[in-house]
Nanobody, 115 residues
Framework: QVQLVESGGGLVQPGGSLRLSCAAS????????MRWYRQTPGKERELVED????????NYANSVNGRFTISRDNNNNTVYLRMNSPKPDDTAEYYC????????WGQGTQVDVSS
């Protein structure tokens, strides 16, 4: 059974910090590019950052560049998204994605940035 389970979401104040986690199982995690997406109601799902199996990263969202950091731990089959100084516009449901021969999605975790 393939699973991607996100955790770590919740309420965070602007200027605070948060780390999202995605625990993977049921496939060869180390061979997959891992991605973080986000989506707000009425908007298209947005690719935020991805990371290769070797740890090379790319940012796709200019608004979070320099504030968000993707990382992975192949020994523990986990990918992370560190959110520094989040803004209200970062409020969204965040999804973990595994891109390979077959693409898998997590169920999402909600992040609310508010005072």
């Amino acid at each position: 059974q393939v699973q991607l389970v996100e955790s770590g979401g919740g309420l965070v104040q602007p200027g605070g910090s948060l780390r999202l986690s995605c625990a993977a199982s049921g496939f060869t995690f180390s061979s997959y590019v891992m991605r973080w997406y986000r989506q707000t109601p009425g908007k298209e799902r947005e690719l935020v950052e991805d990371i290769t199996s070797a740890g090379s990263t790319i940012n796709y969202a200019n608004s979070v560049n320099g504030r968000f950091t993707i990382s992975r731990d192949n020994n523990n089959n986990t990918v992370y998204l560190r959110m520094n100084s989040p803004k209200p516009d970062d409020t969204a449901e965040y999804y973990c994605n595994a891109f390979g021969e077959i693409t898998y999605w997590g169920q999402g975790t909600q992040v609310d940035v508010s005072s």
